[in-house]
């Protein structure tokens, strides 16, 4: 039962002998596959991965908002505007329920965005890479959008109830996110020769920083072994990239764009693509503040703050 799941050895779990009667009991339930609500004992450390990586989630949703935001006034026609308007809403409403589920854990959304503003929380490296042409909006949609599906459908799983529940209605949102990056592309690749060529341009951007969205190689993740005993991670960072490297390589070929990938290549044997690994370095410097936009993100969300408490106190 629960005492395969807790070794102690090299991943700083503890053995069930290490555990107290409540903790124990609390895997207990994780492993039987029972959810974890509100009220319910949880241990300290449960609770405090949970607000980490849920508040993450959202402000990852809120800041999100901004690269494609760009786009809005641009956009070629009223009905790429008005999908694009619909897609930038639904983020800020994920952003919300995902607020909303940290807050059951006992933490108040101001003090996480204050969290975020002073350095103390993080949000997606994905969002610190500009966007440069309408073809962003399309890519944005099929390989970010694509990533976070593959991330978040084992989400709605998660052992917490409130975050499981939140995820199955962005699952379902992130879904039209998916399709609608899709067919913008495909409309583009049925176009002239310089659509063609803006639609390649931005996957060779994009294809690396997506990668990236799982989070490190598992034998650097620090959190992935607790997350994943705790039953808050359903899979593990290379699993998820592994899955989504599958996933898409087909849909490139519908598409006829060429993943920037030489490396990328079916193995029979392993029943899944072989691909090169991002540029960690280039991750590492991103989470840590050196990203192409990181500083303007975060003065926007630091304007937007401030204009929320003027006008809340005007
Ligand atoms: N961007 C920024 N930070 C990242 C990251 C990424 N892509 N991947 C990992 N990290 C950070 C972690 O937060 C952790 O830092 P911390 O300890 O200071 O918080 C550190 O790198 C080590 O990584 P771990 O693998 O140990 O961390 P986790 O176990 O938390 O796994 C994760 C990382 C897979 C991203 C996990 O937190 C997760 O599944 N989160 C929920 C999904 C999520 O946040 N998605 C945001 C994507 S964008 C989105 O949803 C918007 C949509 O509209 C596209």
Known sequence: MYAQMVKSTGTGLKSADEMSAEER????????????????????GYRKTLIRQIGQHAHSEIVGQLPEGNWITRAPTLERKAILL???????????YLYCAAETLGVSRDEMTEMLLDGRMKYSSIFNYPTLSYADVGTIGWLVDGAAICNQVPLCRTSYGPYGRAMIRVCKEESFHQRQGFELLMTMMRGTDEQRAMVQESVDRFWWPALMMFGPPDDDSPNTAQSMAWGIKRDTNDDLRQKFVDMTVPQAEVLGVTLPDPGLVWNEERGHHDFTQPDWEEFRAVIGGE????????????????QHEQEATA
């Open 291 to 306: 990203g192409p936009c990181n500083a303007q993100r975060l003065a926007h969300r630091q304007r937007a703050h401030e």
């Open 86 to 96: 619909a897609k930038v809403q639904d983020e800020a409403g994920h952003g919300l």
């Open 25 to 44: 009991a609390f895997q207990a339930r994780i492993d039987a596959g029972e959810k974890i609500e509100p009220k319910d004992w949880m241990p300290e």
